[in-house]
């Protein structure tokens, strides 16, 4: 005779078992999509090998403005047309709105923010295509480098350190931040001038800088670069920039942009200078001209046959 309390029920309900006794078998007709954050340098190596990007790296120290330069750009976007261009596809959606959050008045935030980049994120990427309003087939894609100012700023003390930032070797823009409220500031303007000269000297030096890229001189807050106090301040900013011209012109093609990607108070408007800084992206750098190059003298036959190949 068989005790019934020795009986084993083997129909087990999974609904009835805990999630992490039960198994889930895969099912091949679901696929995994793309979490639209930021884009590793994986993700954006992956990127490149189908379709043509232009690498755009933004520079500067903590606090500049680098991120809500950024995220103002997408924001222009959200509104319609902008720069002359239709937004087309992006695979850092989420990286942007959660960057843009903090800056709309659904966050319940006083004045709009901006969250800080940490150090330990290291390099990520903002994915950006758009089309050209004449052409819709034209599209052209970017990626904006998104790196702790705190990083950029050891490249001052320590040179060697910027070999190993890929995104500026890459680059076919750099966009150096140069923060105006610290220009604003006369006991801060000479050290804001200062470390944006010396990080672009320290990648010239190391060349980490390609010959020919896009370097940027790209003020933020303008908005507080206005009235009467703020003349000196815009004297000196008009000064540095025509100085760093005439010292890296000839090697980079070098340009300043004042832009103001936020005014709380009104006094520019919102996206100020944005438009022509995106156009600039968009435009493939220009060739430095090449001086005349000296033929060498070919003395056997295997010049001779490379020459013939060459002409033809």
Known sequence: MTDERDEIDDDVDVFEQSVTEQVFEPDQRWT????????????????????????????????????????????????G???????????????FEMKSFQSRAESGAERP???RTSAQDGLRFFHLAVSDESDFQRRTDLLISERAGEIYREIRDNPERAVEMIE??????IAFIIDGERVLDARKRA???????????????????????KVQ??????????????AAALEALTE???????????????????????????VVDPATGLAP?????????????????????LTDEFDRLLLRGMLQ
């Open 168 to 173: 500026l070797r890459k680059a076919a823009a």
């Open 81 to 95: 047309p902008f720069a002359d261009t239709f937004f087309c596809h992006s695979l850092s959606l989420l990286g």
């Open 113 to 115: 923010d901006t969250p």
């Open 191 to 213: 050290e804001v001038f200062a470390s944006t000269r010396h990080i672009i000297r320290a990648l010239d030096e190391t060349g980490t800088i390609k010959p020919g890229t």
């Open 32 to 79: 995994t999509l793309p979490s639209s954050a930021m884009l590793s340098l994986e993700d954006a190596d992956e990127l490149l090998r189908w379709r043509e990007a232009s690498v755009i790296a933004v520079v500067g120290e903590r606090n500049g403005g680098k991120t809500t330069l950024v995220a103002e750009i997408y924001e222009r976007f959200l509104r």
């Open 277 to 297: 800084l995106l156009r600039s992206w968009l435009t493939p750098p220009q060739p430095l001209p090449i001086d005349d190059v000296v033929q060498p003298d």
């Open 240 to 266: 540095f920039e025509n100085r760093l011209i005439a010292a890296f012109g000839g090697t980079y093609q070098v340009s300043a942009f004042r832009t103001a990607a936020r005014d709380p108070d009104g």
């Open 217 to 230: 001189l790209v003020t933020t807050k303008l908005d507080l670069l206005d009235g009467a106090e703020a």
